[in-house]
């Protein structure tokens, strides 16, 4: 079992993926920040000075030790922003890996050596050309 769960682990799609993952974690915290700290401050200021992140419906007001209960749609806002953004810089990628992979496949190929078969019979043939 333990070598089984070597070998699925040391697979180059695991791998990849992983790294994948870790990469997209860190990706993930930048755009956040990104969103709350450079985009959505002078966006709040466009539209009268609003901090977003505070937009909120409160459905019941606090009660004693009772926090309120409230509908955050400020914060829904910034994560549609963060997901746009995300969004939009995979697909960046996505195209920019298609139009190398489409280059690649414009690049003419080498023809294939003949079959072994086929070198020796133009040998002998040669050779009897020589001959005769």
């Known amino acids: 079992m333990l070598k089984e ?4 682990a040391m697979r180059g799609n695991v791998l990849d993926m992983a790294v994948g993952i870790v990469i997209g974690g860190a990706f993930g915290k930048i755009v956040s920040s ?14 009268g000075g ?9 459905l ?14 400020g914060m829904f806002i910034q ?22 992979k489409r280059k690649q496949v414009e690049a003419p190929a080498a023809p294939p050596a003949p079959p072994r078969q086929e070198v020796l019979l133009e040998e002998i043939r040669d050779l009897l050309r020589k001959r005769g």
């Open 5 to 8: 769960f070597k070998e699925f």
């Open 34 to 47: 990104l969103v709350n700290d450079v985009l959505m401050p002078p966006l709040g200021l466009l539209v």
């Open 50 to 58: 609003m901090d977003f992140s505070k937009l909120a419906v409160t």
């Open 60 to 73: 019941k007001e606090a009660v004693g030790d009772v926090a309120a209960v409230q509908l955050k749609y």
């Open 79 to 100: 994560q549609i922003v963060d997901f746009l953004i995300v969004a939009f810089a995979i697909f960046m990628v996505v195209k920019g890996m298609n139009s190398l």
